[in-house]
């Protein structure tokens, strides 16, 4: 008995001093990226860009959409999830495919402004102490503007209002469902999901974002239904 006990507490003491060590690299590696270029710059360059769309002009479509399929719990926890992550990890175990990446809005903003686009695990400790400083500084209508604004659609159209006026001709508050349910899933992957890329995996890709609308009540079935048929 004395064994194990002695075994549990030296698991403990080994796991406490690796968060430590994690959480240091990811404070400094954060902290260099700020020494940069400050947050409230990275920031301003977003919401002062001459197509900058702020939440009250999207449609009420696209952002049930992109709560839906991205981070479904977004208005009830902090800058991280990790039930969602949990969550993530189950629902791609059980479906053979990565569906679900676990990353919060908020952390998905932090990754598009502060760090590359490299997935490493020095970016994604940062990412973690980028998102807890989003979440200080602005509030959550803010930080989805800022990640709508800051996406990558394919077809070179950077933000959400050069990609409704590049693929349908239209404002971002004037999205019907089909276009806000389109739209929301391309930036999970633009060179795979754009419409203009593969119609065939970007339906697919929709039919998805529809489901997970259907699964948190933004739509019934029947709405979703007609849309997929329709392809």
Do not use: C
Request: aromatic fraction near 14%; glycine fraction near 6%.
């Amino acid at each position: 008995m004395k064994f194990f006990r002695k075994l549990l507490l030296f698991i403990i003491i080994i796991i406490f001093i690796a968060v430590i060590v994690l959480g240091i690299i990811g404070f400094w590696y954060y902290s260099r990226a700020l020494s940069e270029k400050p947050l409230l710059t990275r920031t301003d360059e977003v919401t002062k860009s001459e197509n900058y769309t702020p939440f009250s002009e999207l449609s009420q479509d696209y952002i049930n959409a992109v709560i839906s399929v991205e981070d479904r719990r977004y208005y009830e926890h902090g800058a991280v999830d990790f039930r969602g992550i949990a969550r993530a990890i189950w629902t791609n175990i059980r479906n053979g495919e990565l569906q679900e990446g676990g990353s919060t809005i908020t952390q998905q903003v932090a990754k598009n402004l502060v760090f590359s686009q490299e997935e490493t695990l020095q970016r994604k400790l940062g990412e973690f102490f980028a998102a807890y400083d989003l979440e200080k500084k602005f509030s959550k209508e803010e930080i989805f503007a800022l990640y709508v604004n800051s996406s990558y659609f394919g077809e070179n159209y950077y933000g959400i209002y050069e990609a409704s006026m590049g693929y349908y001709g239209k404002e971002p508050k004037n999205l019907n469902l089909d276009e806000a349910s389109m739209l929301a899933g391309i930036p999970n992957a633009p060179s795979v999901y754009a419409p203009t890329v593969n119609p065939d995996l970007a339906n697919q890709r929709q039919a998805h974002v529809l489901e997970t609308m259907v699964e948190n009540g933004y739509i019934t079935q029947t709405q979703a239904d007609e849309i997929i048929n329709s392809k």
